[in-house]
């Protein structure tokens, strides 16, 4: 028999760091989940991704157990990792942070495909676009 799920918890942690501190320990304690196990699972499935934020999706069940989904890193964050920037602009539109080749927008499109609503690349493309531009970032 299948188990009953209670709720889906969406939390987004650097690979490699969750701790019981916030935000982990104030998502899991209200379900009186097992905050330890959840974090060393995690740390444990993202050691080689550390420093990255990495959203999961937790599954909690009315037993009180857990299990949990890794997606791939925010678009932004896979921008940002791919200009070595530490942040988008302050003021997009004004000031300018870079700019992301069509190649490497078609990369970042690539890697992050499974997590897009969409199954054209071309059109996950202009996401990947959409969100460079709203980071202050011209894409060419």
Do not use: C, W
Not at 107 to 134: H, P, Q
């Amino acid at each position: 028999m299948a188990k009953k799920i209670k709720t889906l918890i969406k939390i987004n942690i650097k690979g490699g760091e969750a701790t019981p501190a916030p935000p982990v320990g104030t998502a899991l304690g209200p379900h009186g989940l097992p905050i330890m196990e959840f974090v060393k699972a995690f740390n444990e499935r993202t050691a080689e991704m550390k420093g990255t934020v990495i959203p999961a999706v937790i599954t909690v069940y009315e037993d009180r157990t857990f299990s949990f989904i890794i997606k791939k890193p925010p678009v932004a964050e896979m921008i940002k990792k791919t200009m070595h920037i530490e942040k988008g602009s302050m003021k997009p539109g004004k000031e300018s942070a870079g700019t992301l080749t069509m190649t490497q927008a078609r990369e970042i499109a690539e890697a992050k495909m499974e997590d897009l609503n969409t199954t054209d690349i071309e059109v996950a493309v202009k996401i990947v676009a959409g969100t460079a531009r709203s980071m202050g970032i011209k894409v060419e």
